[in-house]
């Protein structure tokens, strides 16, 4: 139900036919303010006509606003059913830590389903990642990752084999990768680098992740150390409308920067 009071410093829930703002970004203002108050998780939110009614726009504005807010996450839509409000994305940490650890320090729990692990010899690319020769012997281990049994992410892990012997044979069911690496070889990951690029879901990952095919995704490529020695080398593909980055930024001191 739509409120219609107001205090101090609150969203206005009228829109004004004298802004320069579209109608239909003042009507998603509202419709957010609305979620972050009143709505719940898996809420209905009102219908486009109820919108419509509401604050004398047309449908196809009413549309627009919540078109907006469902390819920015924060409704979703069931055909034949309605529109309602989406889980808040996971801001993705942008530390070294293992997807284990970071659903537990979020109140959810982590899952992993095994995908498929295989020998193999490094390409050329993977190989200058891990800093071994092209051939060198390569576990790979690929994983989806799931948080309170929803799929969030496929991670294909590659590892020296030689630093990891018997790896292809360790159960890894819910278990973190990094914890075993430490448990098990003693290689206690403690540094990394990241790259991370927006992507689109081929019809295999999309099915995996339960995503329509050509869904946004966001691809992470990362290197791990324990030390001097580069332990992994893993390409991930996290689903996008869960997740979003977050990071500080510092300004430079007066005549420190251009």
């Known amino acids: 139900m739509l409120s219609a009071v107001n205090n101090p410093g609150d969203t206005p829930n009228v829109i004004d036919a004298r802004s320069p703002v579209p109608k239909y970004y003042q009507l998603r203002e509202i419709l957010l303010d609305l979620i972050e108050r009143e709505l719940t998780v898996d809420a209905p939110v009102p219908s486009e006509r109820e919108l419509a009614a509401r604050y004398g726009l047309s449908r196809m504005t009413a549309r627009q606003a919540i078109e907006h807010l469902v390819s920015e996450g924060k409704l979703y839509r069931v055909q034949g059913r309605g529109t309602f409000v989406a889980r808040p994305k996971i801001v993705m940490p942008l530390r070294l830590t293992s997807f284990s650890d970071d659903m537990r320090a979020r109140g959810m729990v982590p899952g992993a389903r095994d ?32 948080a309170d049994g ?109």
């Open 115 to 146: 995908l498929g692990r295989r020998a193999i010899d490094a390409p050329a690319a993977v190989a200058r990642e891990l800093g071994v020769e092209a051939g060198a012997p390569l576990y790979v281990v690929e994983r989806l990752r799931t």
């Open 150 to 258: 929803v799929p969030m992410a496929l991670e294909r892990s590659h590892l020296p084999a030689r630093l990891v012997p018997g790896l292809l044979d360790q159960s890894l069911a819910d278990r973190s990768l990094y914890q075993l690496l430490a448990a098990e070889y003693g290689l206690a990951l403690d540094r990394g680098d990241q790259v991370i690029e927006a992507g689109i879901a081929d019809r295999g990952d999309a099915e995996l992740l339960a995503l329509a095919p050509g869904s946004a995704v966001l691809r992470l490529q990362r290197r791990s150390w324990a030390g001097s020695v580069p332990v992994e080398y893993v390409v991930s593909t996290y689903r996008a409308d869960r997740y979003q980055l977050r990071a500080s930024l510092d300004i430079d001191p007066p005549g420190g920067g251009a």
